[in-house]
């Protein structure tokens, strides 16, 4: 079975569908949040599992000897996943700072209702 041997592979798709669904279905700012980030493990956890080759060794080139390319893992990937793991945190902690603000003014989370009182807020003035 295909699934057993690319197991990271099925769990990021399912983490990515967990959060993808978070996102779409949930009218609760949190929740989309929480989609967000589970969404970014998803494409985090593919982004390293591809980047890894069984057999192959660490970048780390030492400082004698011939050096081939082609024994090293190419170590992008796992730069890219920290890069995006460092964004991500930075987003979601805007994203949170910004939800606190919203449910000081609003007293709810809910989107359907903050649009509701911003449109009535728009009417009034």
């Known amino acids: 079975m295909n699934l057993l041997i690319n197991y990271e592979a099925v769990t990021s798709m399912v983490l990515f569908a967990i959060g993808f669904t978070m996102l ?3 009218r609760n700012i949190m929740k989309k949040i929480l989609g967000l980030n589970i969404v970014d493990t ?3 956890l593919f982004l390293a599992s591809m ?3 069984e057999g192959k060794l660490t970048p780390i080139v030492p400082a004698t000897g011939e050096v081939n390319a082609l024994d090293y893992i190419n170590p992008i990937p796992q730069g890219l996943v920290l890069t995006g793991i460092v964004v991500s945190v930075s987003f ?3 994203m949170l700072a910004l939800t606190v ?3 000081k003014k609003y007293r709810t989370l809910n989107l359907d209702k903050i649009y ?3 449109r009535k807020e728009d009417e009034q003035e």
């Open 51 to 53: 980047g890894y080759i």
């Open 92 to 94: 979601s902690a805007l």
């Open 24 to 26: 779409v279905f949930s």
């Open 101 to 103: 603000r919203l449910y």
């Open 42 to 44: 998803g494409v985090y």
């Open 116 to 118: 509701e009182m911003c």
